[in-house]
């Protein structure tokens, strides 16, 4: 059973940094291409990073420069470190590989 567990979310203020953690099991999480994902209220989800290896990390525009996906396959864990947070960056953020999707983890970036 494919199990994606995110944690590391929650209050920050602008311009701050937080760390989120994906916690794999039940598939060949180093073969595996793995994405973030979030969603902001009222938008639509929207694809932030993905890596399959150091070589094929890729990010969508809003967050170049600012976040940085990276793995442990020894751990099997995914992480997003997130510096320079914006308002903007408020939304559930998710794990996910194909089409298994964590639970999802509350990010708010407020004063």
């Known amino acids: 059973e494919v199990q994606l567990v995110e944690s590391g979310g929650g209050l920050v203020q602008p311009g701050g940094s937080l760390r989120l953690s994906c916690a794999a099991s039940g598939f060949t999480f180093s073969l595996s291409r793995m994405n973030w994902v979030r969603q902001a209220p009222g938008k639509e989800r929207e694809l932030v990073a993905s890596?399959?290896?150091?070589?094929?990390?890729s990010y969508s525009d809003f967050v170049k420069g600012r976040f940085t996906i990276s793995r442990d396959n020894a751990k099997n864990t995914l992480y997003l470190q997130m510096n320079s947070l914006k308002t903007d960056d408020t939304a559930v953020y998710y794990c996910?590989?194909?089409?298994?999707w964590g639970h999802g983890i509350q990010v708010t970036v407020s004063s």
């Open positions: 890596i399959l290896d150091v070589l094929s990390a």
């Open positions: 996910t590989i194909c089409s298994y």
